[in-house]
């Protein structure tokens, strides 16, 4: 009898272990399901708020400032938040305009007169960049940085400026009594927005043996040193003359002026060193417009930073990097701002931006728009 009850037992207990082990994996599947759908549903209730709309088409982004309830937004929503869509259709109607005038070379000329005096309008024909020889004063030549208001501005310049000295006497000739110096102009310039790359693109161009740099990566000449201006917040700080721009490659002078004269004992082929310098605002950036010109009620400037280099060399060379708009600036968001940093703040700031931009659209040309200094001063991100 027992082996019978045994026998009987042992399948009643396989039994109870099946059963045990399916209700493990119903629960064990339950709880998965629930985990799931709970995580889908805090997607889809968090997504439109901390997303960033990288991929997304203007008529895909969701419009508005972040509201702190549902009824809040969808009030505000019909009210006052921007309509996507009409922002980019004003700004198509903005877009048919008449051409933007380019000033008569004589006008440019006469805007910085000393500037067309310093640089001549042909540059030396066996070189690559545009390079020339100037004549320079004894008195001059003794300590030819003592002047230059870009040598004070740090203890690196400091540094490079005084490195730069003992060498200049060396590389001056002397011809007829006079001594001449080697000048050089960029042969190309590096541009375009901030948060590009272009810092990345300059250092790896330096390593390139042919290239010969400016000791200083943003001299920020063109676009407001030369007009008195180091910030456009900042006051007037005092003009810093074409000459102090021009000192920058001197040793990049140096360098093409050695080539020159190993080319001219042996092959006479063209010294291929290029100069280059990357003010990356050069494309951008023409605020300083609004003081040089305050005497005038113009609500665009007459003449661009790219008139001035255009007049002085037709051939220059440009490499212009850009980026997906929205990463570029959120990436300038982030470096710039020195407040709490979050992914909503950044959306509300950018609209509220958009907002001001289009406001400004609906009574003004797009190109005044671009160029009004009290509106990109009032926007939240640049």
């Known amino acids: 009898m027992s082996e019978n009850v045994y026998i009987k037992l042992a399948p009643l207990k396989s039994l109870t272990r099946l059963m045990t082990f399916s209700k493990v994996k119903v629960v064990c599947l339950l709880m998965v399901l629930t985990l799931t759908l709970l995580i889908m549903a805090s997607y889809n209730l968090t997504w439109d708020r901390i997303r960033l709309p990288f991929t997304t088409s203007p008529d895909q982004v969701r419009p508005g400032v972040v509201q702190s309830n549902t009824a809040a937004a969808e009030v505000s929503s019909q009210n006052s938040l921007i309509d996507m869509k009409q922002l980019v259709e004003i700004i198509n109607s903005k877009l048919e305009y008449t051409p933007r005038k380019v000033p008569d070379e004589k006008d440019v000329i006469e805007m910085d007169s000393h500037l067309f005096s310093v640089i001549p309008r042909h540059f030396l024909p066996g070189v690559k960049s545009p390079c020339w020889y100037e004549e320079i004063s004894s008195e001059r030549s003794t300590d030819p940085y003592r002047n230059n208001h870009y040598c004070p501005g740090s203890p690196t310049r400091e540094t490079l400026c005084d490195i730069m000295r003992p060498n200049f006497h060396k590389h001056l000739q002397h011809r007829d009594g006079k001594l001449f110096r080697l000048r050089c102009l960029p042969y190309f310039y590096i541009i375009g927005q901030p948060k590009c790359g272009t810092t990345d693109l300059y250092s790896r161009l330096r390593m390139h043996p042919e290239v010969q740099y400016s000791i200083i990566k943003e001299p920020q000449w063109w676009t407001r040193r030369r007009c008195g201006y180091t910030h456009i917040q900042s006051a007037f700080k005092g003009i810093f003359p074409v000459e102090d721009y021009l000192d920058l490659f001197d040793k990049a002078a ?115 728009c671009v160029h009004n200094i009290s509106l990109l001063r009032a926007m939240p991100v640049r």
Not at 260 to 266: A, H, I, Q, V
Not at 268 to 296: C, K, L, P
Request: glycine share 4%.
């Open 254 to 368: 140096q360098h093409i002026q050695e080539e020159m004269t190993r080319n001219s004992s042996g092959d006479h082929h063209i010294t291929q060193f290029v100069t280059v310098e990357a003010s990356g605002a050069i494309m951008w950036d023409n605020q300083v417009w609004r003081y040089v010109r305050r005497d005038r009620k113009e609500t665009e400037p007459g003449f661009l930073t790219q008139d001035f280099i255009h007049a002085l060399q037709p051939g220059a060379k440009l490499i212009i990097i850009l980026r997906d708009p929205v990463e570029r600036l959120y990436s300038d968001y982030l470096y710039f701002r020195r407040d709490k940093k979050t992914v909503k703040d950044f959306h509300q700031k950018a609209m509220k931006s958009v907002q001001l931009f289009q406001s400004c659209l609906s009574e003004w040309s797009l190109r005044s």
